[in-house]
């Protein structure tokens, strides 16, 4: 600023008193006190943009977790489902969902009934309260305890998003008039099975967990599967992009000549950190899917999209942190007679490691949340399989990412599924603060002080 | 200054251990030395003193070949070591400078332990067969650095924990554990007090024995105490290089007599 000018006004005066403020003294601090204040002013910005924020976030999003469920006593009727009466599997299997719907009908009629309620809806209707889900869940257990054929067992069946939404809010009687999906009466009858216990709101684990689900069935979509193809992609990103861009950096600063090749080298990877995300998406679906005929929608490939990605960003890290280390600990290890490696891997590498690890970790996150190019590289698919077994598997078969997934959501008609693009950022950023705040720490506990 | 009994120290007349031929350091377009002849006998203490920035340490740092890490220095000439030329393509620097010992002028222990920091150059250059031979030479090599009694009981502390003048003394007693031949040392007492000093003094004059020493320093004082040879060196030039007693007692050189004397500097 402007402290140091050179006027005479202050003479060094023999009998000015130190306990008096000279002019300049009360300039000086009237300065730092403003400059102070502006910077309070821009944290407090900055507090209050995130407040609102977050707290957009977890208004919008923490619906997500919770789910509309309806309990029902089924029968397993064996007329229905294993007319021979063998319990032969290929025969239980060739009843296809239609077939059950009617199980899923009586069981809601005789439910109602035998609370007393009054309605006057068809059983179709009524069994319109639950999901479309409901009879894939009832086959699902058939197949898979067809001893139970029979008897009547409590199920825990999702609601319909309409009823959900009626649940959390968002729908209300108004909003229903054009609504083929749900009429006034059956907001009656669920109104009646609130009361009566039937059904009820509770944490929905499917949310973290499931996969997602078509467009009709916004209530049993989850992130589990995105969330399991974003690992992957992790995976490959760090098993590349780490040795990779640590070696190149190494060998850069450590070892590479300082000339117009070396500079031109560092230029461009300054530039490349700099090429946006979607440039790469491009380049991935041109050199990896088009010309090397990896398989479209493969982690593996969104893997070796965002590693390119990744690289820069983990090579100027890495090079701060080489460049960190004191030269004088380079020249004390080749004073004792160690070779360049030596110098490199015994003293600098140590520490320089946190560094680096925090470079990687905040370009995985980046990674982690980058879209674009996912999306040019059709890592949107609807993908309602469920988690891969094999890591080969989780590689290269067709799956999306956490943040494609939430684009997938948003662009969905249905408001439910809105909900759930909320309820998929809060899982997002939870990944994503946890890393920084790894980053963070490692950075704080290691840092060193020469 | 005891100048008058240094004229009687007798000088060894041993064998030349380094050589230096017409050489010129460049760093860029800065022509830090200019046409330095200079022969290091063996067995002796050999002081580089000067005003600062008169290319002491940049010389120093050519005997052991550690200006091949700084890029934009250049050295032209020869320098031998007992006969052979370092500058040679065939020459490893790594070979050399396990021969050639450094103590640098910025004290620069590495932040391991003070344990490590003495036996990181006998771990790698592979002087101890085990634990308690490593464990030998780290105690010898603080004991003759005079620093034993003081970091004994924390072997395992931080080297970058320690004070300044500690740091100096670990990092003498890291250049001698891999028992160098020749062993350069920068103003390795900068920062010790008058006894620390005296017993690094009596170190160089112990090492004398087996090794050849060579020592910058702006102390005069202990250029006369512990030197045999004395090189004065003024902006890049090699003044004057004789024996200790005459340098001080009778310089040749007008430039030298007003910096002893403390007219330049
Ligand atoms: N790494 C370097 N790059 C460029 N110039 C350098 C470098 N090191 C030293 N010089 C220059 O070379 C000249 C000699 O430096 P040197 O360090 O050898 O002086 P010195 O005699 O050791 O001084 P001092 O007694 O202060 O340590 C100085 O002019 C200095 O500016
Ligand atoms: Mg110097």
Redesign the pocket.
């Known amino acids: 600023m402007t402290d140091f000018s050179p006027t005479p006004d202050q003479p060094a005066a023999a009998q000015s008193s130190l306990l008096t403020l000279s002019k300049r003294t009360i300039q000086r601090n009237a300065a730092e006190k403003r400059f102070k204040a502006y910077g309070i002013a821009a944290i407090a910005v900055g507090l209050v943009m995130l407040l609102v924020l977050v707290t957009t976030i977890v208004g919008r999003g923490t619906g997500a977790f919770q789910q509309t469920f309806i309990t029902v006593n089924v029968e397993l009727l064996e007329s229905k489902l294993d007319k021979n009466g063998e319990r032969n599997i290929e025969d239980i299997k060739r009843v296809t969902t239609f077939g059950y719907a009617p199980l899923i009908k009586g069981a809601m009629q005789q439910t109602i009934s035998d609370l007393g309620i009054e309605t006057n809806l068809k059983s179709k209707h009524m069994a319109g309260l639950l999901s479309k889900n409901a009879v894939a869940q009832l086959r699902a257990f058939v197949l898979e305890n067809p001893e139970k054929i029979g008897e009547t067992i409590e199920f825990r069946f999702l609601a319909q998003s309409r009823v959900d939404g009626y649940l959390k809010g968002r729908v209300s009687r108004d909003s229903i008039e054009n609504d083929k999906n749900i009429s006034a009466e059956q907001l009656d009858l669920t109104d009646a099975l609130i009361a009566a216990g039937v059904i009820e709101k509770t944490f929905n684990l499917d949310f973290i967990l499931g996969s997602d689900a078509s467009d009709q069935r916004p209530e049993a979509a989850g992130m589990g599967v995105s969330m399991m193809g974003s690992l992957f992609m992790m995976l490959v990103v760090l098993a590349l992009s780490l040795p990779i861009g640590v070696a190149a950096s190494i060998y850069l600063e450590e070892f590479a000549p300082k000339n117009w090749i070396t500079d031109v080298i560092e230029v461009n990877i300054a530039n490349l950190a700099a090429v946006p995300s979607i440039v790469y998406g491009i380049l991935g679906l041109a050199v990896f899917i088009n010309y090397m005929h990896l398989p479209m929608s493969a982690p593996l490939v969104g893997g070796l999209v965002l590693t390119l990605m990744t690289l820069p960003t983990i090579i100027i890290s890495t090079r701060a942190a080489l460049k960190a280390v004191p030269p004088s600990i380079r020249d004390a290890a080749l004073g004792v007679g160690a070779s360049k490696m030596q110098s490199v891997f015994h003293h600098v590498l140590p520490l320089a490691a946190p560094g680096i690890l925090t470079g990687t970790i905040i370009g995985l996150a980046q990674a982690l949340g980058e879209t674009a190019p996912l999306l040019l590289i059709g890592m949107v698919g609807f993908i309602a399989s469920n988690a891969p077994e094999t890591i080969g598997e989780g590689l290269l078969s067709p799956n999306s990412a956490m943040p494609a997934q939430i684009y997938e959501w948003a662009k969905r008609a249905d408001p439910a599924f809105y909900e759930r693009a909320w309820g998929g950022i809060i899982i997002l950023l939870i990944f994503l603060v946890t890393m920084n705040t790894v980053a963070v720490i490692l950075r704080r506990r290691f840092e060193r002080r020469w | 200054m005891n100048t008058m009994n240094m004229l009687d120290k007798t000088l060894d007349t041993n064998t030349t251990k380094i050589t230096a031929r017409d050489v010129n350091v460049y ?2 377009d ?1 022509h ?1 030395i200019k046409d330095v002849n200079v022969e290091i006998a063996a067995n002796t203490v050999t002081a580089f003193i ?10 120093l740092r050519c005997i052991n070949r550690m200006n091949d890490t ?1 890029d ?2 250049r050295v032209t000439g020869d320098i031998l070591l007992d006969g052979e030329d370092i500058y040679d393509k065939r020459v490893d620097p790594v070979q050399l400078r396990a021969k050639v010992g450094m103590v640098f ?1 910025k004290p620069n222990p590495f932040p391991k332990s003070i344990y490590d920091n003495v036996a990181y150059g006998p771990r790698i250059h592979g002087l101890s067969k085990n634990k308690s031979e490593m464990d030998e030479i780290v105690e010898k090599s603080l004991r003759r650095a005079a620093i034993w009694e003081e970091v004994k009981d924390r072997l395992d502390a931080p080297g970058t924990g320690l004070s300044g003048g500690q740091q100096q003394r670990l990092c003498i007693a890291r250049a001698i554990a891999t028992e160098p031949e020749v062993l350069l040392m ?2 390795p007492c900068s920062a010790l007090d008058p006894i620390a000093t005296a017993q690094v003094e009596e170190l160089i004059d112990e090492l004398r024995a087996n090794y050849s020493v060579v020592i ?1 320093t ?1 102390s005069m004082q202990q250029a006369a105490r512990v030197s045999q040879k004395t090189a004065f ?1 003024h902006l ?1 030039n090699l003044v004057e290089f004789g024996a200790t007693g005459q340098i001080f007692t009778n310089p040749e050189d007008p430039r030298t007599e007003s910096y002893i004397t403390g007219r330049i500097g």
């Open positions: 760093y860029g800065t830090a000067g005003p600062s920035g008169c290319g002491k340490s940049t010389f700084i934009v220095c002028q920068d103003e910058v702006h060196f890049g």
